[in-house]
């Protein structure tokens, strides 16, 4: 039978399966380091052995007792749900801590056969007898062995029981639940007229049995009453107040002309939802643990108590989802699309129901206390199986749609065909099936429908908050983004993925806590799920491989540490150690690398070990990539190992001005599988380490940054090449950043009839700045040559050298002059008009 | 809760399958009890098998009975096991 107490006060008896479930694990891990403790006692005496298998003994002895304990208490309540899966929690324990004694023995078996194997076998027919020690412990050996045997038969057949009975559990839940169902009750007149005689009797009983218990509690327990109530009031207000200081925009409704962004309804309604109703919780919760601790409750009362606060919860809880989504008085904040009116009958009747379904359980769990006739109990839930569909059935006629863009105070109408005919349907079997005697299974399903309905409506809310907090750019928007882009100055990018993380922890809240309350919904009992969660996060079983998802997490948590510690030993090696020691840069970039991937290996090790994978199963894995390796993965392994190999060799170091084939420039970073070359143009280059190791690679910086710069000159071929050469070797001598030793030279190195060619070849200290010293260099010699006027070119046009002959000279020196006197005639004609101009005028022969 | 889930896992997370090898020249046969019920498995020489994910009790071809925590790999040698 469904119990709503369960779902809501599960701290009650929450705290049971916690404790129990620790005893479980102590006792386990008591049994699990028992054979450590039997290993080491086994070895030196005899009589500890013994002294153990008797040990092993009694404890099967006690383990069958415990087992016929378990399988009275099964039968003593085999109509209580909640005891029932307690006890197969026992009987799955009682048959680990059987395997464990068992498991105990087996050393000691080892050691026997291991003595056994020593002392050989018996002698043959014929052969000389055995010293009579021998003979004696020959026999002791096989006593004890026998003995051994004897007890694992026995934990055998103890845990097959034990086993047997685990499943006999499950059966019978499964047998309880159905009854609880499907039992069918004839409804007639005297059925009416038995409740109504024991509706009465019940309202004595339940009068006088308040009554009493208030005066008791207002004589002398008076102190302890307010207490209670004063301590879980301010859990609660603590509670309340502290959700409302941190999510304050989230549960509020500001009052607003404009209608609110989608996320802002969502969030407010899932969160004015959740927060207020776990508040209640708490106080509930607080309220009956305190009153108990303080000894308030009696045992009459106290399930009385307890079932009426659980009910109070759920049934805020019902109001306040209600309220959330319908919005009742303020259509601005409204999340489903339904006219005012509509909404308000609608929070009516949703509320209505809960509160009949409440009751009914609350009137239940009364008759049950105050051990009426289950009639009663019948009875009571057969009315608020009809009411309940009545209601259902008036919901269906109500006319709350709206279309989109309708003003909320408009008139709605029907809804769509599918989900009248759904509240029709349901509110008929709601009637019917009680009328026909069915009244558990309308109980149940009423329930269904109310508590899981609310529960998967909130989860849907909280999902749809989810995705839309997680949307791109939609945190931002919210008023915890606003806040976080104020304090902390996060930028779009960060405050976005803020909200995925928001969004998804949303879901991964929505998960932890309403799958448990549907599930209890459905008939689980707390103690199953506890069991599912533990067995989910330990040992998920696929084949024979057992996955735990704690160990993975405990896995990925040991490799992140390993990782931060790789860091910092890293930084610590490289700031404290290699810095101060004054190594090489190359070394200490080596020192640094290598440190790095020795702590991801070991990490990747100790989380993968962690994670329960086994390393030796690991060598099957590398034995078959081997083959890969051979393969498809050679290129990467060889990249791989040649990287290792310029880590040790160290041929070039960070920093280094290297020529690798076409690539030349700076190296920026030496991985494991490549390395970064930056070119002057400021390309990044990734060399492959294989073809850095294989191939040529030219160093300029490698063993110190010494290098030659050579920079070629000409002047015109008219100088003379020694004064040109005295001059430049002066000049060079005296440029700065040039080095003195090894000399600098100025090489004639051609002539032409045009030009005398030289070299200036000179040694610099760092040839990174030979670029600068160049371009400096050459300032310097042109400065130099001029104001020593050595030309560096020949006239614009070339003196060409004519050869001619005396008579042809004659010639035109003759063919000249008659020109000239053709030229001055009429010169002489215009001069005459301009007379008093000077003889400079005269032009030149 | 999450101190003692994490505890938990890391003493149970070995807990894989056991496995046995049958080194003898003859198919053995071993019962194992796991999960209530008694089941014969027969190895071929050579063969290993996967048993008992959650703990079981063996019966060896020699008489012995072990009980195996799961993990465990056992080897089968003359009809008695060793266990590693």
Known sequence: ???????????????????????????????AAAPAVAQTAAAPATDTTTTQLEQASTDLDRAGGQLNTIRDQVERYKDDDAQLVDLKVAAEALNRSILSISIATRPRLEAIKARQAELGDPPGEGAPAEAAVVVEERKKLAAERNEINALTGEAENLSIEATKLSNRITEMRRQL????????????????????????KEAQTLNRTVTAWMQFVWKFKRMQLFGAVALSLLAALVLLSGSYRLFAPLITRAARHDKPHYITRLSVAFWSTVLPTMAAAAFAGASYFFLDAFKVLRTDIAPIISIGLAVAVAVYFMAQLANAVLSPSDGHWRLVRVSDRGAQLLWLLICSMALVNGADYFLGTISEV?????VLTVVKSFFASLIIGGLLLVTAFIKPVLSKGEAPDSQGRPWPRSIFVLLILTGLVLIFAPLLGYVGMARFIATQIIVTGAVIVTMYIGFLSGRAVSA?????????GKRLEERFGLGQVALDQVGLAAGLSIYLLIFILFIPLILLQWGFQVADIESWAYRFFTEIRIGSITISLVGILVGILLFVVGLVVTRWFQKWVDGNVLARSQVDVGVRNSVRTAVSYAGVALAGLIGLSAAGINLSSLAVVAGALSLGIGFGLQNIVSNFVSGLILLAERPFKVGDWVVAGTTEGFVRRISVRATEIETFQ???????????????????THRNKLGRIEVALSVHAGNDPRRVQDILTEVVRAQQGLLRNPEPMVV???????????????FLADILNGTGVKSELRAAILERFRAEEIPLGGPAAPEVPIKISPEGAELITALLDQATEKLRAPAAGRRRKTANEGPDAEPAA | MIM????????????VAASVTNKDGDTQVLVIVEDGSRVEVALEPGATETICPSGCFVTLPNGDRIALNGGEEVEIQGGSASVK
């Open chain 1, 1 to 31: 039978m469904v119990s709503l107490r369960r779902l809501f006060l599960s701290n009650e008896d929450g705290l049971l399966p916690m404790s129990r479930l620790l005893f479980v694990l102590l006792t386990v891990l008591s049994f």
């Open chain 1, 177 to 200: 639940f159905s009854e609880a169902i499907l039992k069918r009750t004839d409804v007639n007149a005297d059925l009416f007229m038995e409740a109504s005689g024991a509706i009465t």
């Open chain 1, 748 to 762: 004639f190195q051609a002539f032409s009839s045009t030009t005398l060619d030289f070299e200036i070849r000179a």
């Open chain 1, 370 to 374: 105050l051990g009426s006739p289950v």
């Open chain 1, 472 to 480: 791109p750019s939609a945190f931002a928007e919210t008023a915890v």
């Open chain 2, 4 to 15: 003692m889930l994490v505890v938990s896992a890391v003493l149970s997370a070995p807990a």
């Open chain 1, 682 to 700: 400021r390309q990044t280059v990734i060399v492959p380490n294989s073809v850095l190791i294989n191939g040529q690679v030219g160093n300029w």
